[in-house]
């Protein structure tokens, strides 16, 4: 196991007080002070950084209800085909053992007064809308409806909680079995934008086609948040330059890296929440070169002369912005 220690963006030493299957291939810890007292407190679609066994840096939504103050609760899907972090975590972290964490963050607010509220999850993409709903408590007048995407019963996280009773009318329930011809189609649920807030958190494919459905709300009411922290690696990546236009400093980019991880490894601080594409905190200009766009926030007419750094590439052997 790495040496884990306390660092900046994980300063608490938190201890791992109960691990659970949440379903086939998810896992769910709980964290707590090893003292017992309370933690700081979190809003809900809020995030924490972990440190995984491995060392690794992970970004993960708090799923439990955030009037809870000594306890932080994640589910982690152990993906197989990642870089290792989720798997790091799944199999090698224990009950008992003292975990870096960071202080919540929250890219993914929910706001207070909407009318109505939707909610759409794919997979583990339900851990930050868990907690939203959560919060709405048992006697909350709001007014929402999940829809909850996922494989089968069996991958299904937090199934038999969404289906008690009280979420009757108000949680659907969606298994595709893997067969794309199954996917549910969400366009009578986006066709008419009215006074309600979208929330929407799932894999890049169920994000991109809420996005394109939903063109016609306006931005305010669109929520995205990706769980896929720097954006996924794609088959055809290629390094590239960022050039500074202020100092004309000069970095390369590799394949696996973001611009910000970049940036911030050469003592460069850009501010930053999501890390993922959604938030909007990192927008930069794009004095020249052809980005390789992969976040959930501009808009077409932004995209000649913007660029999201924590998750863009670029389609050019280099980029310059304007820092
Ligand atoms: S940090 Fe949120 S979009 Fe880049």
Redesign the pocket.
């Known amino acids: 196991m790495a040496n884990l220690q306390p660092h900046a963006d994980t300063p608490m030493l938190l201890r791992i007080a109960r691990i659970h299957d949440a379903a086939q291939g998810i896992r769910s810890l709980e964290f707590e002070q090893p003292d017992g007292s309370e933690l700081p407190p979190f809003t809900p679609g809020s995030h924490i950084k972990v440190q995984v066994p491995n060392g690794l840096l992970r970004k993960y939504s708090l799923c439990n209800d955030a009037s809870e103050r000594h306890r932080y609760v994640i589910a982690v899907k152990r993906d197989a085909q990642g870089q290792g972090g989720s798997m790091s975590l799944c199999d090698d972290a224990k009950e008992g053992d003292l975990i870096p964490v960071g202080v919540p963050d929250n890219?993914f607010a929910l706001v207070d007064n909407a009318k109505a509220y939707v909610f759409i999850a794919g997979g583990i993409g339900i851990t930050p809308i868990l907690s939203m709903i959560r919060s709405f408590g048992e006697l909350s007048n709001a007014k929402w409806k999940l829809y909850y995407f996922t494989r089968s019963p069996e991958t299904t996280a937090f199934l038999k909680e969404l289906q008690a009773p009280e979420f009757k009318g108000k949680v659907k329930i969606h298994h595709d079995f893997g067969d794309p011809a199954k996917a549910f189609d969400l366009w009578p649920v986006l066709e008419r934008p009215g006074d309600t807030h979208v929330y929407c958190c799932g894999p890049r494919g169920l994000m991109e086609a809420v996005r394109d459905m939903s063109g016609h709300w306006p931005a305010t009411k669109m929520h995205f948040e990706s769980f896929n922290e720097g954006g996924e690696v794609r088959a055809d990546d290629k390094p590239f330059d960022v050039v500074l236009k202020g100092t004309g400093k000069r970095f390369q980019v590799p394949v696996g890296v973001s611009i910000?991880n970049v940036l911030r490894q050469h003592g460069c601080n850009v501010?930053?929440?999501?890390?993922?594409?959604?938030?909007?905190?990192?927008?930069t200009t794009l004095v020249s070169g052809e980005a390789d766009h992969r976040?959930?926030?501009l808009l077409p007419e932004d995209l000649a002369h913007q660029v999201?750094?924590?998750?863009s590439r670029a389609k050019s052997t280099e980029l310059v912005i304007d820092l």
Not at 274 to 283: H, L, Q, V
């Open positions: 890219a910000l501010p930053s929440s999501c890390e993922s594409g959604t938030c909007g905190t990192c927008r976040d959930m926030v999201m750094i924590c998750v």
